[in-house]
C-alpha cells in the first residue's frame, strides 16, 4: 500500500523524481567529499607530525652545535692566552 502511495505521488508530481535524483546526488556527493576531506586532514596531520620531529631533531643538532662551537672558542681563547 506505501508502494502504491509512492507511485501515484509519482504519476501527480514528475519532478519529484527529478528532485529525488538530486538529492540522492548531492548525499553522494557529500559523502565522497566528507571522505577526500578525512583523507586530506589525516595526511596534513602525518605531515604535521613530521615536521614537529624535524624540528625537535634540528633543535638537538643546534644545541650540539652550540657546544661544540663553545669549545672551540674556549680552545681559541687558552691558545691565545697561552701565546702571550
Do not use: W
Not at 553522494?28 to 577526500?36: M, P, S
Not at 613530521?50 to 638537538?60: D, F, I, P
Amino acid at each position: 500500500m506505501e508502494f502504491d502511495i509512492f507511485l501515484t505521488l509519482l504519476e501527480q508530481s514528475p519532478g519529484l523524481v527529478g528532485a529525488i535524483v538530486i538529492v540522492l546526488a548531492f548525499i553522494k556527493y557529500i559523502q565522497k567529499r566528507d571522505g577526500l576531506m578525512q583523507t586530506l586532514t589525516d595526511s596534513c596531520n602525518q605531515v604535521q607530525k613530521e615536521s614537529n620531529q624535524v624540528m625537535r631533531e634540528t633543535k638537538e643538532q643546534l644545541g650540539r652545535n652550540a657546544e661544540v662551537l663553545s669549545e672551540v672558542f674556549h680552545t681559541i681563547k687558552y691558545m691565545n692566552e697561552q701565546n702571550g
